[in-house]
Every structure is written in structure tokens, then in C-alpha cells.
């Protein structure tokens, strides 16, 4: 299916598939490292597991969106240049989040519309990450606003749609040194005065409220 999507005959000509909504719930795993130029995949709305994606070598970009991924497992070696992951509107955990950080190169990550309530205790590992999106989620708490500011390179972050009531200062102390935009749009924000820890990250150029 790989094949007629690309219009190609030869795996290694593949480079970008849009498979959304095909019904695939199964992959030929074997089959993967044949396609050593796929960069950019769309499997949104089907029944597939991320593992079993992992050993597509030359993959930047991914996305999963309405998969129904519950759980993460991240194999040795696996994704090498994944850069660019998209699991937006599954039901993921803040355990599953957190196996993520096994990603090397991920840089960019959407987990918006997930139902989370927590994220992991410690982004420390996402030694990449520079994007998260976890809008649409139940977000707010100082615990998640802790585990954001331990990504040390988070350069973009959209809360927009959680139940953010502030910015703790204990989050901007130390943490959240690179970010440059953030958004808390639709959150239960009523007091600048809950905004002032903003005024310690040295680097915010966008701030939408």
C-alpha cells in the first residue's frame, strides 16, 4: 500500500505517504528498512501502534492522530531521525508521554486533545524538544507547569484549552529559560497579577491570553 500510495515501484523511491483513514491496523515490520528515503508519513485515523513504525531509518516526520494509542513503547534504536511526532487526539498517558523521551532527534511534539490530567514528573530527557502542543487536554496543575519547565530547550508551548488558573513562579525559576511563545488561550486565567512569573523568562516574545 506504501508503494501505490507514493506512485512509485521501488521502496527506496518512497519519500512522503498520506495513508489517513485506510482501515490499517497492522504493519509488515520486515518490510520498513526497504524504504531507507521515507521522510514524512500519515497514518491519522487508523488502528496503528507507534512501535511498530520504529525502524523506518530516514523518518522526520510522523503522524498519529486518532489512533487510539493508549500506551508508548519506544524499541532500542528506534525512530533515529524523527524529528517531527504528531499523536494528537488519542488517549495517552503521562507514562506513555514520558517513553517518548527515547526519541533522540524529536523535536516537535503534539499531544493535544488526549484527556490528560498529568504529565510526566520530568521532561528532562527530551533533551531536543523544542515544541509542545497540549491544548485541549485538563492541564493546569503546578506539577505539569514543573515538568514542562524541566525540557531544557522548549522554545514553543500551547496550553490553550486546559485548566490553567497561573503561572507558578517555582516554574519560571530556572525553568522555561528558552521559551519564546506561549499560549494559555481559554484557560480560567482572571488576575494579571496569576501572568507575572512571565516577566522572568527572558526570551517570551509571544504570549497569548
Known amino acids: 500500500m506504501l508503494l501505490e500510495t507514493c506512485r512509485v515501484e521501488d521502496p527506496e523511491e518512497a519519500q ?6 485506510c482501515g490499517i491496523s497492522a504493519v509488515v515490520t520486515d518490510d520498513l528498512p526497504f524504504f531507507a528515503k521515507l521522510t514524512h508519513l500519515d497514518l491519522g485515523d487508523n488502528h496503528v501502534q507507534l512501535e511498530s513504525l520504529a525502524y523506518l531509518p530516514a523518518l522526520q516526520e510522523l503522524h498519529l492522530d486518532c489512533n487510539g494509542l493508549t500506551t508508548i513503547n519506544v524499541p532500542p534504536g528506534g525512530f533515529p531521525s524523527l ?22 532527534r524529536l523535536r516537535d ?39 514542562l519547565a524541566s525540557a531544557p530547550q522548549l522554545r514553543s508551548l500551547s496550553l490553550a484549552h486546559n485548566r490553567v488558573v497561573r503561572l507558578p513562579a517555582r516554574a519560571s525559576e530556572g525553568g522555561l529559560q528558552q521559551l519564546e511563545s506561549l499560549s494559555l488561550a481559554h484557560n480560567h486565567i482572571q488576575h494579571e497579577a496569576e501572568l507575572l512569573p512571565v516577566l522572568q523568562l527572558p526570551l517570551l516574545r509571544e504570549l497569548v491570553v
Not at 487526539?89 to 533522540?104: C, E, K
Open 16 to 21: 512522503k505517504a498520506v495513508l489517513e483513514g
Open 83 to 104: 524529528e517531527v511526532l504528531n499523536l494528537s487526539f488519542n488517549g495517552l498517558t503521562a507514562a506513555a508521554i514520558l517513553a517518548l523521551a527515547d526519541v533522540p
Open 109 to 147: 511534539l503534539d499531544v493535544s486533545s488526549n484527556g490528560l490530567t498529568a504529565l510526566p514528573a520530568s521532561l528532562a530527557g527530551f533533551l531536543a524538544l523544542q515544541r509542545i502542543n497540549c491544548e485541549h487536554n485538563q492541564l493546569g496543575s503546578e506539577a505539569s507547569w514543573l515538568s
